[in-house]
């Protein structure tokens, strides 16, 4: 069974920075593709970051590039987002998943595994 649990979110001003954790269990962690997601209320879900298997492949949302930076600790199967110069904009719940391929424009969302998320608020 797949799980990833994610940590990290809060409250935090306009300007500010985060570091989301996703810890991953229950798949080889260097047979998948990690990601994260994002979706703010009535809104769809964004593809904001993902990370190939083999870790030479990234992507990021162009919301988010150059703010944004994903990483991984791999004795500790864990996915990391570093977010910085947050907007309000970038308020939402963000979701870790676990894919089969990194693409071009995010994860394809044929594993269908994701964590439970955690909220992220931009606010002054």
């Known amino acids: 069974e797949v799980q990833l649990e994610e940590s990290g979110g809060g409250l935090v001003q306009p300007g500010g920075s985060l570091r989301l954790s996703c810890t991953v269990a229950g798949i080889r962690f260097d047979d998948h593709a990690i990601g994260w997601f994002r979706q703010a209320p009535e809104k769809e879900r964004e593809d904001i970051s993902c990370?190939?298997?083999?870790?030479?492949?990234?992507f990021y949302a162009d919301s988010v590039k150059d703010r944004f930076t994903i990483s991984t600790d791999n004795a500790k199967n864990t996915v990391y987002l570093q977010m910085n110069n947050l907007k309000p904009e970038d308020t939402a719940v963000y979701y870790c998943?676990?894919?089969?391929?990194?693409?071009?424009?995010?994860?394809?969302?044929?594993?269908?595994?994701r964590g439970q998320g955690t909220l992220v608020t931009i606010s002054s």
């Open positions: 990370i190939s298997q083999d870790w030479d492949k990234t």
């Open positions: 998943a676990a894919d089969y391929f990194c693409t071009d424009w995010g994860l394809t969302g044929a594993l269908d595994a």
